[in-house]
């Protein structure tokens, strides 16, 4: 669909009723949904989401208005409420954030796709996620088994009052399976793949790679045995993390922290801050020598890959930890300005009608050295982890806990029995810092997260980490199941 | 839309519907929210829009399909476009029932036409306010809230339901150079709103709780003021859910009846409280129950929606979520009955113990015993021998919320906690015993 004119009219009243800058992003969505629970579909939705929202520049204040009214009548008055409430904000600011920018595109961007989702049958869908959930009731005490496909298109039009255009369209898929296993007066829950799914950007070949059905009786069996799986021990001990864990270990514990908003305190009130300041840059040893942390937002099946964020500006790679050092923050161009940067395309919206705000994209440890099976080698006494149950972190980002479904002792370099309700804790920097061995690239993978939460009003962010599986040492394990 | 133009939207959707059984719902939001940060205002949004879902049922198969356009053509294609999915889908083992008709009367004031009407300016008003008691090196962060939304939720079996309601809030985070502080108001009508009240209690606690002392982790008598106690409490209420009941995950599986948490715990879901925003009726068009979920610490009753209802042979209590909804019924307007003394009072009958502003990211560790962790923050202060000495710094709980509410004491003054997140309803409560793993640099 051809959006120009309606741009133009935005972009007219807006500058007419006194924006000094303005752009709008029109939004096409369809979100498909599948879900299987213990045999029954569910979930079986298709739904379709199409409307704008408008940035305003007023005296240096910003001003957002969404709408998915498309006649003349409306998209006047969303752009008068954009500037509307640009000039609210003005009046109250001790200090002028906002700055109209100079970079202008042209440009389209596709994501690459190998198997079109709209091409693959929804009873051939169906089916799938049948014979996985299916294969899932390993054993009776699997009350609930789930198997599910999230399917979305967005096509994006990004117009400025400098005279960027920018078409995108944006293909994601993910799918993904869970067993809820109950008995012993405990229940224990395995996911597949990953904690949440396998989730990246592309289409039905997303899908596919989850290997739903090589996998859902194990992962049954799994749940089943964790009922009566020995408790994980409790102590000060090495751990090998699952790249699913190390994966969300980067998104709380770095990618969080590293956003420059939160630096700033826009988030304070919410998501919280950071315990990083822009004097750290290039000072702070934030982990061990081999960890380097990325930015980069045009990684292959990144969840988060696009040609330019939803302010118009072009995706880079950029450094975040190098060498173990701080090196970067996930900004916008307002947030970089304000350190002396330029922005590095971290700017996103969950949808037309969200305003647009820094975003952990695609954020990923870079893979190391160590063959997966090496990882093990010469741990004494640890615990192997895999895929998340439990996450919580401090408000600035440095007293953590994780809890991960499934985990194996370690003695002696080799994985032994089976232990539930593994848990480890620490510090940011310590922990990063204890890091020393990072899987190979054989065993790196785009992790995909469908439901970062961050903002006010709570937006839902799509974001990959990836990440190979890693050994830290001397970490405390047990944490909440000790006392 | 008005609510006479969704109904008149959702007949001509279900006249286009060629399944045995229609059910079209159709919501509409608008959201004014001003976000502020160091007395700046740095995210200022209004946001429309209108949705219409239809779910079509052919011979005990569901299919979906929504949209926001609302052409013609775009509701041919939507109608069409559920059947044809409903005929693709395997027949469910327990088909849905669609609503009728009922009554199902709103609460009173849930909509209040000055927070419709209310803009721009009377946000930045509220964070003015606010920005007044940004002194003595505090700097403020929070924002002020309108919204007013509808749903209309009509089927083939004749319902007509329509609701609608308005809700404001604000909150405001003050912030110092070693310590924080934390207010919070929400209510129907956007003049409820005090910008000078949060500011000054939010100014109040981070001052009071400057240069804060390390304390030791290990057990601890806490007082939770009503921000986060609702952080715990939304962990306790997904167990009241019929499929959680149902399928074993819940800590009060097979133990309705019995005694599950002290018997001072009264918990309800009730969304004509007082201080709830809440809606008469439910997204299949079922009028919503007040559930008494907890009654004098026994385990009571569930909520439930057509589908657990049919599945557990229980009454519909009216808790369904939009569909698709694969995560069950679920309390949305939990209440927690109040006590009897004041927070001052449980206070002073502390010999030493934290009082707890708020808590943040609260994560469940161990499903069955509801074991949580989270954290402490903007604002926890030491008491010792029945005062309030001075503030402690953050800390990490490890805690059973199910164990704590055995031996607890309750607040006399219900607050509303939440945002716009979720909407709870509770009094201040103190657990003589709470349990912390580690304390934080801050």
């Given at each position: 669909?051809?959006?120009?004119?309606?741009?133009?009219?935005?972009?007219?009243?807006?500058?007419?009723?006194?924006?000094?800058?303005?752009?709008?992003?029109?939004?096409?969505?369809?979100?498909?949904?599948?879900?299987?629970?213990?045999?029954?579909?569910?979930?079986?939705?298709?739904?379709?989401?199409?409307?704008?929202?408008?940035?305003?520049?007023?005296?240096?204040?910003?001003?957002?208005?969404?709408?998915?009214?498309?006649?003349?009548?409306?998209?006047?008055?969303?752009?008068?409420?954009?500037?509307?409430?640009?000039?609210?904000?003005?009046?109250?600011?001790?200090?002028?954030?906002?700055?109209?920018?100079?970079?202008?595109?042209?440009?389209?961007?596709?994501?690459?796709?190998?198997?079109?989702?709209?091409?693959?049958?929804?009873?051939?869908?169906?089916?799938?996620?049948?014979?996985?959930?299916?294969?899932?009731?390993?054993?009776?005490?699997?009350?609930?088994?789930?198997?599910?496909?999230?399917?979305?298109?967005?096509?994006?039009?990004?117009?400025?009052?400098?005279?960027?255009?920018?078409?995108?369209?944006?293909?994601?898929?993910?799918?993904?399976?869970?067993?809820?296993?109950?008995?012993?007066?405990?229940?224990?829950?395995?996911?597949?793949?990953?904690?949440?799914?396998?989730?990246?950007?592309?289409?039905?070949?997303?899908?596919?790679?989850?290997?739903?059905?090589?996998?859902?009786?194990?992962?049954?069996?799994?749940?089943?045995?964790?009922?009566?799986?020995?408790?994980?021990?409790?102590?000060?001990?090495?751990?090998?993390?699952?790249?699913?864990?190390?994966?969300?270990?980067?998104?709380?514990?770095?990618?969080?922290?590293?956003?420059?908003?939160?630096?700033?305190?826009?988030?304070?009130?919410?998501?919280?801050?950071?315990?990083?300041?822009?004097?750290?840059?290039?000072?702070?040893?934030?982990?061990?020598?081999?960890?380097?942390?990325?930015?980069?937002?045009?990684?292959?099946?990144?969840?988060?890959?696009?040609?330019?964020?939803?302010?118009?500006?072009?995706?880079?790679?950029?450094?975040?930890?190098?060498?173990?050092?701080?090196?970067?923050?996930?900004?916008?161009?307002?947030?970089?300005?304000?350190?002396?940067?330029?922005?590095?395309?971290?700017?996103?919206?969950?949808?037309?009608?969200?305003v647009p705000m820094i975003r952990m994209c695609n954020l990923n440890l870079l893979p190391g050295d160590t063959p997966f099976e090496e990882l093990f080698t010469d741990v004494a006494?640890?615990?192997?982890?895999?895929?998340?149950?439990?996450?919580?972190?401090?408000?600035?980002?440095?007293?953590?806990?994780?809890?991960?479904?499934?985990?194996?002792?370690?003695?002696?370099?080799?994985?032994?029995?089976?232990?539930?309700?593994?848990?480890?804790?620490?510090?940011?920097?310590?922990?990063?810092?204890?890091c020393d061995a990072i899987g190979d690239a054989a065993a790196w993978r785009a992790w995909g997260s469908p439901n970062c939460g961050k903002g006010e009003p709570i937006q839902s962010?799509?974001?990959?980490?990836?990440?190979?599986?890693?050994?830290?040492?001397?970490?405390?394990?047990?944490?909440?199941?000790?006392? | 839309?008005?609510?006479?133009?969704?109904?008149?939207?959702?007949?001509?959707?279900?006249?286009?519907?060629?399944?045995?059984?229609?059910?079209?719902?159709?919501?509409?939001?608008?959201?004014?929210?001003?976000?502020?940060?160091?007395?700046?205002?740095?995210?200022?949004?209004?946001?429309?829009?209108?949705?219409?879902?239809?779910?079509?049922?052919?011979?005990?198969?569901?299919?979906?399909?929504?949209?926001?356009?609302?052409?013609?053509?775009?509701?041919?294609?939507?109608?069409?476009?559920?059947?044809?999915?409903?005929?693709?889908?395997?027949?469910?083992?327990?088909?849905?029932?669609?609503?009728?008709?009922?009554?199902?009367?709103?609460?009173?004031?849930?909509?209040?036409?000055?927070?419709?009407?209310?803009?721009?300016?009377?946000?930045?008003?509220?964070?003015?306010?606010?920005?007044?008691?940004?002194?003595?090196?505090?700097?403020?962060?929070?924002?002020?809230?309108?919204?007013?939304?509808?749903?209309?939720?009509?089927?083939?079996?004749?319902?007509?339901?329509?609701?609608?309601?308005?809700?404001?809030?604000?909150?405001?985070?003050?912030?110092?150079?070693?310590?924080?502080?934390?207010?919070?108001?929400?209510?129907?009508?956007?003049?409820?709103?005090?910008?000078?009240?949060?500011?000054?209690?939010?100014?109040?606690?981070?001052?009071?709780?400057?240069?804060?002392?390390?304390?030791?982790?290990?057990?601890?008598?806490?007082?939770?003021?009503?921000?986060?106690?609702?952080?715990?409490?939304?962990?306790?209420?997904?167990?009241?859910?019929?499929?959680?009941?149902?399928?074993?995950?819940?800590?009060?599986?097979?133990?309705?009846?019995?005694?599950?948490?002290?018997?001072?715990?009264?918990?309800?879901?009730?969304?004509?409280?007082?201080?709830?925003?809440?809606?008469?009726?439910?997204?299949?068009?079922?009028?919503?129950?007040?559930?008494?979920?907890?009654?004098?610490?026994?385990?009571?009753?569930?909520?439930?929606?057509?589908?657990?209802?049919?599945?557990?042979?229980?009454?519909?209590?009216?808790?369904?979520?939009?569909?698709?909804?694969?995560?069950?019924?679920?309390?949305?307007?939990?209440?927690?009955?109040?006590?009897?003394?004041?927070?001052?009072?449980?206070?002073?009958?502390?010999?030493?113990?934290?009082?707890?502003?708020?808590?943040?990211?609260?994560?469940?560790?161990?499903?069955?015993?509801?074991?949580?962790?989270?954290?402490?923050?903007?604002?926890?202060?030491?008491?010792?021998?029945?005062?309030?000495?001075?503030?402690?710094?953050?800390?990490?709980?490890?805690?059973?919320?199910?164990?704590?509410?055995?031996?607890?004491?309750?607040?006399?003054t219900q607050r509303r906690t939440g945002s716009y997140h979720y909407s709870l309803v509770t009094p201040a409560i103190k657990f003589n015993h709470f349990h912390f793993t580690s304390?934080?640099?801050?």
């Amino acid at each position: 669909m051809d959006f120009s004119h309606h741009a133009a009219r935005v972009l007219d009243t807006a500058a007419v009723r006194g924006a000094v800058y303005c752009d709008v992003r029109f939004e096409r969505t369809r979100s498909e949904r599948a879900e299987v629970r213990n045999g029954d579909v569910s979930g079986l939705a298709d739904e379709r989401s199409d409307g704008y929202g408008i940035r305003a520049l007023v005296d240096g204040a910003w001003g957002f208005a969404a709408s998915n009214g498309f006649d003349d009548d409306a998209l006047d008055l969303a752009a008068a409420r954009a500037v509307e409430t640009a000039r609210a904000a003005a009046a109250i600011a001790v200090r002028r954030i906002g700055e109209a920018p100079t970079d202008c595109y042209v440009d389209t961007f596709a994501t690459p796709v190998d198997r079109d989702p709209i091409d693959i049958p929804l009873g051939e869908r169906v089916a799938l996620l049948l014979d996985a959930e299916k294969l899932l009731h390993a054993a009776p005490s699997i009350t609930v088994g789930r198997a599910w496909i999230d399917l979305w298109h967005t096509e994006k039009f990004f117009f400025s009052s400098i005279g960027s255009q920018i078409a995108q369209t944006i293909v994601q898929s993910g799918s993904g399976m869970s067993a809820l296993a109950v008995g012993n007066g405990d229940a224990q829950m395995r996911v597949w793949p990953g904690d949440r799914g396998l989730y990246q950007s592309g289409g039905w070949e997303i899908v596919e790679a989850a290997q739903l059905r090589d996998n859902a009786q194990r992962i049954g069996e799994e749940a089943h045995a964790l009922l009566s799986a020995p408790q994980c021990p409790s102590g000060i001990m090495d751990i090998v993390l699952g790249g699913s864990q190390v994966s969300l270990q980067i998104h709380e514990s770095c990618g969080h922290a590293a956003e420059l908003d939160r630096i700033m305190g826009w988030e304070a009130n919410f998501s919280g801050t950071s315990f990083l300041s822009p004097d750290q840059l290039g000072t702070l040893r934030y982990g061990s020598p081999i960890v380097n942390i990325q930015i980069d937002n045009t990684l292959p099946l990144g969840f988060a890959t696009a040609a330019y964020d939803d302010e118009g500006t072009k995706s880079v790679v950029s450094d975040i930890i190098r060498g173990g050092l701080l090196a970067g923050f996930e900004t916008s161009r307002d947030t970089a300005r304000a350190i002396g940067r330029a922005s590095n395309a971290c700017v996103r919206a969950q949808s037309w009608m969200h305003v647009p705000m820094i975003r952990m994209c695609n954020l990923n440890l870079l893979p190391g050295d160590t063959p997966f099976e090496e990882l093990f080698t010469d741990v004494a006494d640890g615990v192997y982890m895999e895929a998340n149950r439990s996450w919580s972190i401090d408000d600035r980002r440095l007293n953590f806990q994780f809890g991960c479904q499934i985990g194996w002792e370690i003695r002696n370099g080799k994985r032994g029995r089976m232990l539930k309700n593994p848990t480890y804790a620490g510090v940011t920097p310590q922990f990063w810092n204890s890091c020393d061995a990072i899987g190979d690239a054989a065993a790196w993978r785009a992790w995909g997260s469908p439901n970062c939460g961050k903002g006010e009003p709570i937006q839902s962010g799509r974001t990959t980490q990836a990440a190979a599986p890693a050994r830290f040492r001397m970490v405390a394990v047990g944490v909440g199941y000790d006392a | 839309m008005t609510p006479d133009e969704r109904i008149a939207v959702a007949d001509a959707v279900l006249a286009r519907s060629r399944a045995d059984a229609t059910e079209v719902s159709i919501e509409t939001s608008r959201l004014g929210l001003t976000r502020f940060t160091h007395e700046t205002v740095n995210q200022n949004i209004d946001q429309t829009n209108t949705s219409l879902r239809v779910r079509a049922v052919v011979d005990g198969r569901v299919g979906i399909a929504a949209t926001n356009a609302f052409d013609a053509s775009a509701l041919d294609a939507v109608a069409a476009r559920a059947v044809e999915i409903a005929l693709l889908a395997p027949r469910e083992s327990t088909p849905p029932v669609l609503a009728g008709n009922a009554a199902a009367d709103a609460p009173a004031g849930a909509f209040v036409a000055a927070t419709a009407a209310a803009g721009p300016e009377q946000r930045a008003s509220v964070a003015g306010a606010i920005f007044a008691h940004a002194t003595d090196g505090l700097w403020s962060s929070g924002y002020a809230m309108t919204a007013n939304y509808g749903l209309t939720v009509a089927t083939s079996n004749g319902a007509r339901m329509s609701f609608d309601g308005s809700d404001a809030g604000a909150n405001v985070k003050m912030n110092g150079p070693d310590s924080t502080g934390f207010a919070e108001s929400y209510s129907r009508d956007v003049n409820a709103l005090d910008g000078t009240l949060l500011g000054a209690q939010s100014a109040r606690i981070a001052r009071e709780t400057r240069a804060p002392l390390a304390v030791d982790p290990g057990d601890w008598t806490v007082i939770l003021a009503p921000a986060a106690a609702g952080e715990l409490l939304r962990y306790l209420t997904l167990n009241f859910s019929a499929e959680s009941y149902s399928d074993g995950s819940s800590f009060i599986a097979g133990k309705l009846g019995t005694p599950v948490l002290g018997a001072n715990v009264t918990l309800r879901d009730d969304y004509a409280h007082p201080l709830n925003p809440g809606m008469p009726f439910d997204f299949e068009g079922f009028p919503t129950q007040r559930v008494t979920l907890v009654a004098g610490g026994l385990a009571n009753d569930l909520v439930t929606d057509s589908t657990w209802a049919q599945r557990l042979n229980r009454p519909n209590s009216g808790h369904a979520l939009p569909a698709p909804n694969s995560d069950g019924p679920q309390s949305s307007y939990t209440v927690l009955d109040a006590g009897t003394k004041s927070l001052e009072t449980l206070v002073a009958e502390t010999k030493r113990g934290l009082l707890i502003t708020r808590l943040w990211y609260v994560r469940i560790v161990d499903q069955r015993t509801v074991l949580l962790t989270g954290m402490t923050r903007d604002g926890t202060f030491l008491i010792e021998n029945g005062t309030l000495k001075c503030g402690v710094r953050n800390m990490r709980f490890n805690a059973s919320i199910v164990a704590a509410l055995k031996d607890c004491e309750l607040g006399d003054t219900q607050r509303r906690t939440g945002s716009y997140h979720y909407s709870l309803v509770t009094p201040a409560i103190k657990f003589n015993h709470f349990h912390f793993t580690s304390v934080s640099p801050y």
